[in-house]
């Protein structure tokens, strides 16, 4: 591509901070590199994951999104990108076809160079198998000839699925393992952020450096920190190594 | 790595034509780019691969040896690889210890930079499987600090297994498709010293063709030819694009 | 738990009789320990289920409903446990928004220490497998603190998949085996009430026979009757014998 | 049966072209023995298979489907096949329940004495593994008693899942292979009809001979062409050769 | 192929008793049309099936195989079948090529029109994955034009793996069911020969009674008694119904 | 069981390092409570992971072993277990029958009332996989009537596996989350004998933990420090809660 084009990178997150525990490195690595970075939000994580706000005297469910969509533009202001808000609501969270509409023109206007999102099974969360069958969903109908016929098709972007909170139960396998040790320090800094979801802090911690490890004993490469993806397409390449 | 040093990639291949219709494409890609291309047959393909041969009045084992040997040397050749043989047998295929550590030596004295071989199951094969086994098996001998202490440890290659004959019985899933127009000619060319098996030019030809649109299907870039490849590691990368 | 609070176990069933065969034992084992016992039948099975109901003259889908819903009642009152409607039909069941929060609701009400409903897939009954997604989406929704905060979550009830008609082809496994031979007599007795589907009585006393016969030799224990179940989260405990 | 009745089978085909590549073989082989073979397509696939025509200046969705269900009838008329269209829409498919009791109302009047329709997954086209939902939902409904209780229920037709563009991807595995060489000319003038379709021509010859290949190689029978198949429910049978 | 030549069914069972209870019905099947059906014993099962006998005072490894062996033609006369032991041990069974190859001499000699043996996998038993490995190795090596030249070679005839004691346990799943009704009461006699084990008379008769019924749900049939199997290779027809 | 009788758990590991890291906790656990463990190392690990040791100038394979032996035993000793060393070599292990009838016997003599051991495939390790087939191998041939016939048979022990390194690579599944809280100070003390693998230290730290929190969110008990295991038998149980 050419050198002045900016390329874009999509991120689809069903709840307002999921990207950031779950694809912070990849976000904040293109980020680095002079990507647009956006991530949609389906949701605010307004019911499920906002246990220390509900904890609050007089709140209110709009105050509880207030909170969580500025923690979430901070997060991603931090990591280098632009966030998106459809809000269709979680726990549970339903995506009409109009919000799966307005997220095929967010693929037509981006063109992104690659889309990642959830686990396509997670028995802990209804709510993230859902986001990646939309997210996936919208890909192939912004592929489509006949959908809004006079804008130009989308390409076949790769899709990488992201690491869920208890992988082997998910049954998600990590076939990618990106090295995020350059930009470990601002994934960090976007975890605490997540005030609201403090005890996830060293959780998602030791997932980097357990990832970092792995992809070290993969390479025969020095590795501290990772991030882990499964692939839904077959990667096409002129390179085995 | 620099410049001056000639890279290698090794190709463990049960029978001595295996690696012409499953991985000619890559071999002659990185052989086209200066590589030290070198393919390990653990047997001569003597029993199993050599109807044509055997119907020939008075052939003997060693006759059908030597003509397989001189057709795979004959195809490598063509491909740009060098080929070594362990005259294991085949049908049944048996590798002893001794063969194990004579593929160890390999290793170590190769240091791939990658690895080809079969897939993990075939029904209509055994032979492969077992070649896999010990392409495997002796790869993590070779990187043990007490396997000849005295030389150096090998790193972690990756390794690839190439497409079985009927991909869905072997559970055969490709998670690479390689790119193989720029030599697809060449490929073309080593098929057809196989004159003992030349039914299967055509099939193989067909393969290539079908893989090559699935290559430009996955990635919206024109590709003619491909060869798929499953890996067995997951991919340690710094790029998602 | 304090020896003076009554625990709950809660059973989903997609139709009104497939909790009597299919985790009859179990609710009639905790029914006899003293445990408060709910089912909750999302349907009547009052179109997929009752063959012989509509083969009597002049039969309406009301008096349909009536009959098994009397029929479903008596078995559970055999087995010790009562049971809840929810009227959402069947072939096809359809289970809106609405009957999902009541069924939170009651999760929130009873706060069961277990939970047992159908398995994932059933290629036989399409009502099972949403009945299974259903009992499983309330449950995650009954734990967010967002979802009616000023109501305490719900914990975290294991989950059992109680065994389907072909297992096999609904790719269930069991993992537990659970030993009712004590109360057998009981489930028996219960599925005698079920006139309108004698032709499976003698189907299911084998069942349970022959997962009797696998608990025994699974455990050197003498066991005669048996129910299998399929976990769906770990299980969490400090015994491994 | 009786040989004064003619038998019927059904085919579900998510666009109005998937039925040809995917299933010609098999209509126009039951057609060609005296059969009534019956498609339904659920949509014209207006959006997602025509680009060709979209590119015409002018076009309308109307003139799309007109377009697409000539076509289909024609190549439908080729095979010796009817169609039915259900018009619901593709990139996405939508099917309301009354689409779907349509269908049922289809398996009672045909009574076919098999089913042939999309394979479970497809990461590339979602409107697929919905169809095969759909087809095999409908299937179930058409054997309740209490649907439409005055009439007659449906037997229990196998069902066989046709080959997926990517069969790997979509998890997809033949464990049929039917000879279809007696119709592969019929086969091939259907394909030609499709004309918004020509670079699918040669890609579909080349599965029908590489199934040809492995049915000849699983069998040691000639056959040059072949159709694959994924049964959903066991085969019942009083032969095993 | 011509009604004058009688064909051939062989049958694989590692221990002298599986072949009764879990192909008793296809072999009986089969012999009452007039095959000529072999069964060969890889091992007399003088350990791992044989309490009863170990349990008589006196009793030595030699009069065990001795009964065992009685037992086993026995049954076999029964059931219409020769039995051929190999006498190859068990818990462990132990299969050096030398008995490999005598089993591929057998395939020669006989040319069988189908083959059925154990499941891939066993938790509970580790001799019935090597009797199948054992099985499908042979059979592979019987198809290679340079193992004894001067033979011709074996075709491809299908493989057929039966029921394991814990079908969900080893990965085993029925895609083929059998209807075994008209030989019922001949495998239930050779069945009662197996003094040793008399605690499985009622377990596998309750097995054809649910294969049975299963087999009646899945066809529209009426069946009472069935066997079910799994196929290894895809099925090669020309018929769909 | 009687009060009176000691119970015993056996763990068999590859290398003699494994059960620390894997299982320290299993083993602290039940040591505590008066239990007889007893660690079975079928190799010393003196190839595959002494690189440490083999750096050291003059080192011999008998002193690298007789380390590794001293350190096995020191740990061991800390987490209140024996060792037993079968010294049968790695990278590759080979297990004799010799040896897997060793095994056996240890199971006659210990009745162990269950069994630890690795996972059953790990591409990483071929040792083992081959660890727990010998494991299980002997486990089955110690139930076995007629091998030592005089001798009682084994029981049926459960079995499980512990965690591999890299566990989705390895497709293990942790279906049993146990709480090693009250010994994890055990367990550290244990980890730090392994001089030769500092480095794994901090590594099974944090893999404990994460099992902590997910063992704590999968019951909602305060649980900080976990093990995974996967079970090879389904659990017989007579409670579900």
Do not use: I, L, Q, R
């Given at each position: 591509m050419s050198s002045t084009t900016q390329q874009t990178g999509l991120i689809v997150s069903a709840?307002?901070?999921?990207f950031v525990w779950r694809a912070g490195g990849a976000i904040a690595l293109y980020a680095s590199r002079g990507w647009n970075m956006v991530v949609v939000c389906l949701s605010y994580g307004e019911r499920g994951e906002s246990a220390k706000l509900w904890r609050?005297?007089?709140?209110t469910l709009e105050r509880v999104k207030a909170a969580r969509r500025e923690e979430a533009e901070r997060a991603a202001g931090i990591l280098g990108a632009s966030v998106r808000f459809l809000?269709?609501?979680?726990?549970?969270l339903r995506v009409p076809d109009e919000a799966l509409f307005q997220l095929v023109d967010i693929y037509r206007e981006l063109r992104p160079a690659f889309v990642l999102t959830h686990s396509q099974r997670d028995p802990y969360n209804f709510d993230h198998p859902l986001a990646t069958h939309v997210a996936q969903e919208a890909r192939v109908i912004a592929q489509a000839?006949?959908?809004?016929?006079?804008e130009g098709v989308l390409g076949a972007p790769p899709v990488f699925l992201f690491e869920p909170h208890q992988p082997e139960q998910c049954g998600w396998k990590p076939d990618v393992l990106l090295d995020i040790s350059p930009v470990w320090q601002t994934k960090r800094r976007a975890f605490e952020t997540m005030a609201a979801q403090e005890h996830l802090w060293e959780y998602y911690t030791r997932v980097a450096l357990q990832r970092g490890v792995q992809a070290a004993r993969n390479s025969a490469l020095k590795i501290q920190y990772g991030e882990g993806y499964q692939r839904v397409f077959p990667q096409v390449t002129a390179e085995l190594a």
């Open positions: 709840h307002s901070a999921d609050e005297p007089g709140m809000d269709c609501g979680d726990y549970p000839h006949g959908h809004h016929p006079e």
